[in-house]
């Protein structure tokens, strides 16, 4: 039997955590078309007969502009050198440039063992992947590429199998029903801060963070959460509530659908927005909102 820990590496957006759900097959760490969604290192665990991949979702590569980023870039690195495996992940409709190679060769140079999935082809001509992949291996990248479109679930088998080739002998690392090593109340805030990203601009969801004061199922079944949005300035405030509170209504009501089809029953939701001013700036801050170094 195969098993073992793959970092999941590349630059922000890239397609990181979608691939890690549909490889999974449930969702374990939320994604959004902006930069800066995961923040955490989230393990996503693949179990099948052949053996268990244990993917470490990152936070990609950022540069680093304030606490919270130089936390999150901690957090990658120290996370790509204690694994088994790296895959490298690249947005192939993004092409591949001088950076992108650069970036290749530099987790390669770990001399961990590393596949590069070359994802998003469902929205890209698939005439330049074989330019793509020669430019690659001609920058003197030894790492197989393997194209893959997450959301159209193109080649995700031979993804898989190529990952499991990567990994050492050794026997499931994790009990077979477990896909993350993350809590409910985890997953319930990461929702509510994933519809913040769906639903506003620019610093707005960047500064935000998400706080669960109480999740309970109570006696009729139903769970209750209650929660605070955490947002660095006054005006974030302002614009996350929205007229007569209609935005917020708005965002809570989506995150609570979610939350309902996450946890299989009915949720009663309530959520407070306060200020915690410039929190992403300051140390202690970061860890009363949970984030902490990942060591
Ligand atoms: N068309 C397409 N979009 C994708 C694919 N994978 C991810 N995306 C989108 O790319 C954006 C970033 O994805 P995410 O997984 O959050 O990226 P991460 O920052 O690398 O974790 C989201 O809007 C995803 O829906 C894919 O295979 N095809
Ligand atoms: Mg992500």
Redesign the pocket.
Known sequence: MKSGTVA?I?????????????LVGEKV??????????RDRILGILTKEEGQIVFA?T??IYRQRNELTSLMMRTTENTAKEVDAILF?H?G?AGVTEGDLALMKKYEASGLPMLIAY?????MPEEQIPGDVKKIFEAGVGADVCP?????G?NLKRLEKAIFALLPEGEYLYPEDVVSDKSERFMIAEIMREKILLKYDKEIPHGAAVVVNRFETREDGVADVNLDIVCEKRNHKAILIGKQGKALKETASFARKDMEKFLGKKVFLTVYVKVREDWRDKGGMLRELGYVDEE
């Open positions: 999941v590349g630059r922000a957006n890239a397609g990181k955590s979608t691939l890690i759900n549909v760490a939320i994604t959004s078309p902006k930069p800066q969604t995961t979702d936070p990609g992940v947005d409709h994802t998003k082809t469902d929205i893959v479109s997450a959301r159209k193109k």
